[in-house]
């Protein structure tokens, strides 16, 4: 399963709920018919955005008394029904784990995490001292990522030193 928001407080008596969304994609809700909190799936009724956040109402649902055992819950969607990505992007939880190697295939460490950016994304790498690095995910310096064998980048000096 996939991580698509947390659920941070009720809105109103009806049962809906307030949702931070943790996607790229926060029209994304209207485009599901479910989620799934703690292993259960329910079906979505009702869906509104207002200021970065979305606001759900279950079918299941409708008084606040039954829905506020969900509050600082996780919701969920299947990893099959995960937005379809462009050709050459990827999703950062694909990415966290990666081992990364040099173009002569030494290994560098691998990714930590991944700092969004307006111009582009950093890739923090934990070398195997427990230093960390940031490269830039710019074709300059990565030439590859195969999300099964890891990433190949092109280090400058002073990288990874």
């Known amino acids: 399963m996939i991580i698509v928001g947390k659920i ?8 809906v709920l307030k949702i931070m969304p943790i996607t790229s994609d ?4 209207s485009k599901t018919d479910y989620l799934i909190i703690k292993d259960e799936m329910y079906s979505i009724e009702s869906v509104f955005y ?7 109402k279950f079918k299941e649902f409708d008084n606040i008394n039954d829905v506020l055992k969900f509050k600082n819950q996780f919701v969920y969607i299947k990893e099959e029904d995960r937005v379809k990505l462009k050709k050459d992007t990827y999703f950062i939880s ?10 002569e295939k030494n290994k560098l460490g691998k990714i930590i995490n991944i700092i969004e950016n307006p ?8 070398d195997e001292k427990g230093n960390t690095h940031l490269v830039p995910s710019v074709k300059e310096f990565v030439k590859e990522i195969d999300l099964k064998s890891g990433i190949i980048i092109k280090p400058i000096k002073g990288m990874f030193e």
């Open 94 to 103: 694909d990415l966290i784990g990666l081992n990364v190697f040099d173009t």
């Open 50 to 56: 207002k200021d970065k956040f979305v606001f759900i």
């Open 8 to 15: 941070l407080n009720t809105h109103g008596i009806k049962g």
């Open 119 to 126: 111009a582009n994304d950093l890739y923090e790498i934990e």
């Open 26 to 29: 926060i029209k994304r809700f």
